[in-house]
């Protein structure tokens, strides 16, 4: 099982910070494409650090997601492999919602 990063996203990057094994990664700031953070379903661990730091509660387990997002579950999947993936970011240039 995995996490799912949705749509509440606001770029808080508090979730980086806490993940154990490092699968979540924002989408470049400004890239209207991917704008959110974004959960490696292959590398998650299901630890849930993530959803407990996370200020607007965008992230939830797989099992648990709101079908509203259920779409979500396969953008977080396409970011890794389809879209920039694991990438060397600035966090705290990361943090903000590009525009």
């Known amino acids: 099982m995995t996490y799912v990063i949705t749509r509440l996203c606001t770029r808080v ?17 400004g890239d209207a494409d991917w704008p959110y953070f974004y959960i490696d379903p292959d590398t998650c661990i299901d630890c849930g650090a993530c959803a407990a ?17 259920a779409a979500e579950m396969e953008t977080n999947a396409r970011f890794f492999s389809e879209g920039p993936g694991y990438w ?12």
């Not at 980086?16 to 699968?23: I, S």
């Not at 509660?57 to 509203?68: H, S």
């Open 13 to 29: 990057g508090d979730c980086v910070e806490v993940c154990p094994v490092n699968c979540i990664v924002p989408g470049p700031t």
């Open 53 to 69: 730091v996370c200020p607007p509660v965008a992230i939830f387990p797989e099992d648990e997601l709101p079908a509203e997002y």
């Open 88 to 99: 060397d970011f600035n966090l705290e240039r990361e943090r903000v919602r590009g525009t």
